[in-house]
C-alpha cells in the first residue's frame, strides 16, 4: 500500500440544496415543507474554516467539497443562490485547503433526486438544454479548482422511493439511464478530470460492474445501519451493499469506500455503542479488496457548516475515522 498517496478523505458541504426540489416561486416554500431550497448560502463560515483546520490537523490529504449552487459559475450565473462565493473567493479558499496538505476536490450531484441546486434544469433531464447546462457547470468547475484530478458526480439513490414525497419524480431507467451516466463520464473526462460516483445503482443492477467504465472511481458505502455487521453470509437485509466491494474489485475497479457516522445517535438509542463501524469496514476493506484498487477511505458525516451541533458531528466523525486507521 502507498501510504503517501493512499487516500485519507472527508467530505463537507458548502451547498445544502442536495436534498430538496426547486421552485422559482417562493410561496410554494410552505408546500414544499421539508425540501424547500435554501435561497441564500446557509453556510457558516467559521464552521467551515474550523471543519476544513481540523480535517488538515487530523491527517486527512483530501477534501470532497459539495459545491452545489454555493458558487456563481460563470457561465451558469443563473444557479447560483444569495450570498454564493465568486470564483475569485473560491479559488482563495482553494489555496488555504492546499496549504493545510489538503487535495480539494469538486463534487456536483447529478443525480436527480440530489439536483435541487440546478434548479429548473433538474425538471429538463435528458434535453439538450439539461446537457449544455450540465456541461458548463462541469468546464467552469474544472477551471476554478485548477482541472483537479477528480469530479465527483454524485449519482446515488434516483430511484422513485426516495422521490416518493416530491411534487416532480423523474427517475432515469434502463438505457436512458446509461446514456446520460456515460455521457457525465465523458464530459468530466473531457475537462480534464475523472470521473468519481457513489456505486449504489451496482446494489440492485448487477450490470453496473460489466458496463461501467474502468476509468471511473468507484465509492461504494455501507454505515451499517441496522448493525448486521459484515459476515456476508449471515446478513438479512444488506448483503447486496457488502457484495458490491466484492464485486468491483473482482472487476478491477479502483475504489474509495465509504462510512459515516450520521446515524451515530440512532446506535446509541438502540442498541450498544457501534461505532466502530468505520473501523470495521477499514478492516473488510483492507481484507477483502486487492491493494492495487483500494485507494483509500472517505467520511462522510452528512452534517452541515451551519452550527456547533453539526460541527460536533464532523468532529466525531473525523475521530472514528482517524481511529480506524
Same mark, same amino acid.
Given at each position: 500500500m502507498d501510504n503517501k498517496n493512499f487516500i485519507k478523505a472527508v467530505l463537507l458541504h458548502? +451547498?445544502?440544496n442536495m436534498w430538496c426540489e426547486w421552485s422559482d416561486d417562493p410561496a410554494d416554500d410552505a408546500r414544499l415543507a421539508g425540501r424547500a431550497p435554501?435561497?441564500?448560502l446557509a453556510l457558516n463560515e467559521d464552521i467551515w474554516r474550523r471543519s476544513v483546520d481540523l480535517a488538515a490537523a487530523k491527517g486527512m490529504n483530501l477534501l470532497l467539497i459539495d459545491v452545489g449552487d454555493a458558487v456563481a459559475f460563470p457561465r451558469r450565473p443563473e444557479l447560483a443562490i444569495k450570498g454564493a462565493w465568486s470564483p475569485d473567493r473560491m479559488k482563495e479558499e482553494l489555496a488555504r485547503i492546499r496549504k493545510l496538505g489538503m487535495e480539494p476536490i469538486p463534487k456536483l450531484n447529478f443525480s436527480n433526486?440530489? /439536483? *435541487?441546486? @440546478?434548479?429548473?434544469y433538474?425538471?429538463?433531464? +435528458?434535453?439538450?438544454?439539461?446537457?449544455?447546462?450540465?456541461? $458548463?457547470?462541469?468546464?467552469?468547475?474544472?477551471?476554478? !479548482?485548477?482541472h483537479p484530478r477528480f469530479l465527483h458526480i454524485g449519482y446515488d439513490e434516483e430511484t422513485f422511493s426516495h422521490q416518493r414525497n416530491y411534487d416532480f419524480v423523474a427517475v432515469r431507467q434502463g438505457e436512458l439511464w446509461w446514456h446520460d451516466f456515460l455521457w457525465f463520464v465523458s464530459t468530466v473526462e473531457k475537462a480534464g478530470m475523472r470521473a468519481w460516483v457513489w456505486s449504489d445503482y451496482g %446494489?440492485?443492477?448487477?450490470? !453496473?460492474?460489466k458496463r461501467c467504465p474502468k476509468s471511473v472511481l468507484q465509492s461504494n458505502w455501507y454505515y451499517d445501519e441496522l448493525m448486521e455487521g459484515f459476515d456476508i453470509p449471515?446478513?438479512?437485509?444488506?448483503?447486496? @451493499?457488502?457484495? @458490491? !466491494? =466484492? $464485486? =468491483?474489485?473482482?472487476? *478491477? !475497479?479502483?475504489?474509495?469506500?465509504? *462510512? +459515516? /457516522? %450520521?446515524?451515530s445517535g440512532y446506535r446509541r438509542k438502540n *442498541?450498544?455503542?457501534? /461505532? $466502530? +463501524?468505520?473501523?470495521? @469496514?477499514m478492516a473488510f476493506c483492507r481484507k477483502n479488496i486487492a491493494p492495487a484498487n483500494l485507494k483509500g477511505f472517505m467520511m462522510a458525516t452528512w452534517a452541515m457548516c451551519r452550527g456547533e451541533a453539526e460541527f460536533a458531528k464532523i468532529r466525531e466523525g473525523l475521530d472514528i475515522f482517524t481511529g480506524g486507521l
Open positions: 458548502l +451547498s445544502h435554501e435561497r441564500a433526486t440530489h /439536483n *435541487g441546486w @440546478l434548479k429548473d433538474r425538471r429538463m433531464v +435528458s434535453t439538450p438544454e439539461y446537457y449544455k447546462a450540465c456541461e $458548463d457547470v462541469i468546464r467552469d468547475v474544472a477551471e476554478i !479548482f485548477d %446494489w440492485h443492477h448487477p450490470e !453496473f460492474v449471515k446478513m438479512k437485509n444488506h448483503k447486496a @451493499l457488502v457484495q @458490491l !466491494f =466484492l $464485486d =468491483l474489485d473482482k472487476a *478491477g !475497479f479502483e475504489q474509495v469506500p465509504c *462510512g +459515516s /457516522n %450520521w446515524n *442498541g450498544p455503542q457501534r /461505532n $466502530d +463501524s468505520m473501523k470495521e @469496514l
